[in-house]
C-alpha cells in the first residue's frame, strides 16, 4: 500500500487531531483509537490475550515470581503496543515513523526536545518542552512546540 506523500505541516495537523505532544518521543501513539480505526485480527487478539491473562494474574494474587504460572502468561502476552502504534500511524497515513534522538533529563537543566522521521514523507519533526525533576517533560500544544528540521553534519574542532 502506498501512501501519499505529506508535507510536515498535514503531518503536523494529523498529529493535532490525534495525539498529544507527550506521546512523542514514544513514538507517536494515539491516546483512543482514531475514528473508523479497526485493528487487524493479529492485534485485536493480541489485546484480547493480554487482557485476559492480566486478569488472570490479578485474580490470582499478583504475585510477582518468575515460577508462577499467572505472571509468566501475563508476561508473556504483554500489551501489543509497537503492532498497535504501526497500525495506528498507517490508518492515519504517516507510515514508517522511526525515532531518531531525543536530549534532556535529569542533568541536563530544563532544556527538553525529541526528533522523529517520517520515513514514508522523509519529514523530520522536532518536538521542544521542558523537563523538571519533579515533574517530567511538559509541552505546549502542538502547534507551539512541533518544528520541521532537516539533518545537517557540522564539524567541530576540539582542543585536548
Same mark, same amino acid.
Given at each position: 500500500m502506498e501512501l501519499k506523500k505529506l508535507t510536515a505541516k498535514e503531518i503536523i495537523d494529523i498529529l493535532i487531531e490525534n495525539t498529544d505532544p507527550s506521546n512523542f518521543d514514544e513514538g507517536i501513539c494515539c491516546i483512543t483509537d482514531?475514528?473508523? &480505526?479497526?485493528?487487524?485480527?493479529?492485534?485485536?487478539?493480541?489485546?484480547?490475550?493480554?487482557?485476559?491473562y492480566y486478569k488472570e494474574w490479578e485474580d490470582n494474587g499478583r504475585s510477582w515470581d518468575d515460577d508462577d504460572k499467572h505472571y509468566i502468561n501475563k508476561e508473556a502476552h504483554r500489551y501489543p503496543f509497537e503492532l498497535q502504534k504501526k497500525e495506528y500511524h498507517n490508518f492515519l497515513g504517516l507510515g514508517n515513523v522511526? &525515532?531518531?534522538?531525543?536530549?534532556?533529563?535529569?542533568?541536563?537543566?530544563s532544556e527538553y526536545w525529541a526528533i522523529q522521521y517520517f520515513k514514508d514523507h522523509d519529514i523530520y519533526l522536532k518536538v521542544e518542552g521542558w523537563y523538571q525533576s519533579h515533574y517530567g517533560v511538559d509541552y505546549d500544544s502542538f502547534e507551539d512546540c512541533v518544528t520541521e528540521v532537516k539533518p545537517k553534519t557540522k564539524t567541530v574542532t576540539v582542543y585536548e
Open positions: 482514531p475514528e473508523g &480505526f479497526v485493528p487487524s485480527e493479529e492485534l485485536a487478539e493480541k489485546i484480547k490475550l493480554n487482557k485476559k522511526e &525515532f531518531v534522538d531525543r536530549y534532556g533529563g535529569a542533568d541536563c537543566g
